[in-house]
């Protein structure tokens, strides 16, 4: 079991404007900030999606479009260091009119129509995710 410890720094409350990528917007934000560690959540709504789920088998990633509106129901993610960066791993669960959810990792390509998020900032050794050979994933070493 890998864990570290963390007391909390700041928090931010924030809304992205219609239009923007959620992935990317999210991202650049933690990076504008040099947040090395910490988690995210949000809700709202897309004008459209794009998600993606890790086959165990095949060690591939399939993405999914929904080229429709969707209200998020819930997107958590974290934030640690990839080759030294800070980046945001998220994933969303969405629904659709009918109340159909679905679910999976937020790829870039999500484009936001409302979004309201928290970012909480946390104070301690940043996780660096690596390589993981068994998983094949870039997980935290």
Not at 65 to 71: K, L, P, Q
Request: hydrophobic content about 35%.
């Amino acid at each position: 079991m890998l864990v570290n410890k963390y007391s909390l720094t700041e928090i931010y409350q924030g809304r992205l404007e219609t239009g923007d990528d959620l992935a990317e917007e999210l991202t650049e934000f933690v990076q504008g900030k040099e947040i090395k560690a910490g988690k995210i959540s949000a809700i709202g709504a897309v004008q459209n999606a794009t998600i993606s789920y890790y086959d165990q088998e095949t060690k591939e990633y399939g993405a999914k479009e929904f080229d429709e509106a969707m209200e998020i129901v819930n997107l958590e993610g974290n934030i640690s260091l990839k080759d030294g960066e800070p980046i945001v791993h998220a994933h969303i669960a969405l629904a659709d009119e009918e109340g159909n959810v679905y679910g999976g990792h937020l790829e870039e390509g999500t484009t936001v129509f409302a979004c309201e998020f928290v970012i909480q900032e946390y104070d301690g050794e940043a996780l660096e995710r690596g390589f993981h050979e068994m998983t094949e994933l870039p997980l935290w070493e």
